[in-house]
């Protein structure tokens, strides 16, 4: 399988990263999309990556740079209907945020009920199709009204036999990065880069059972190659590759 890291900033762009939004292919040419900052249509356009195929988004967490491109992909979505054999399955975070989607879609003339479903995140499996299962994971990094409301997600694909965990933003203390990798390993994890100091991460990330760390969600001081450098050089340590994400990085799997 293949992941593309479309856009790998942190809450803004920069001069050389968009907002968060990362895809996961299968085999079969199916398509799912983690987190949906701007300007995500555009870039799955650049990679060829059509519409058509994408099954499903799910959005860590109502922070803009995680969301703000919802929009546009649903507006493509039933702009350009030939091809597609599945509905799209959106999730959101928090129930509360679908009555004000809803009505900027309306707001935006668009017709989508016919071909978009969409759904809550709570903990637990929360979406299983013929080639994966996900699994969302609670995390801190935003709550409301006193109840944590961003989330991880866990990643099974059936085919391949491979899980990935994918973190959305973290707290700054890395408290939450979630404890299943490091309870059984996992193939990958894509995990935010920008909230945290790196002296906090390092200790749990030498725990966890990874085949392979990815960095997103990528803060300032760690842009450029000396940015990168001094990123990498806290993980040195680490038993398996680490790698910086950028925009359009493809990872194969
Ligand atoms: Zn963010
Ligand atoms: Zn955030």
Known sequence: MKIYTLGTSHGDATYCRF???TVYETADGSLYLLDAGTPVEALMTRKGLKIQRLRAVF???MHDDHVSGITNIIKSAVKYPAGREHGLAVFLPEAEALPPL???LDALHLKYDHMVTFGTVSDGVLYADNNLRITAIRTRHLTVNGVPSSFAYLLEFHREDISILHTGDLRGDFSDFPKIALEKPLTACLCE???YKP????PVLAEAKLGRL???????PWHGPEGEAALLSHYKFLPYPVDIAHDGDEFEL
């Not at 002296?199 to 390092?202: F, I, L, Q, R, W």
């Not at 990815?214 to 300032?220: L, P, R, S, T």
């Open 214 to 220: 990815i960095f997103i969600h990528i803060h300032n």
């Open 59 to 61: 959005i860590t967490h």
């Open 102 to 104: 809803r009505g900027w």
């Open 193 to 195: 880069a920008t909230h």
């Open 19 to 21: 907002n968060s939004s």
């Open 199 to 202: 002296t906090d991460a390092a």
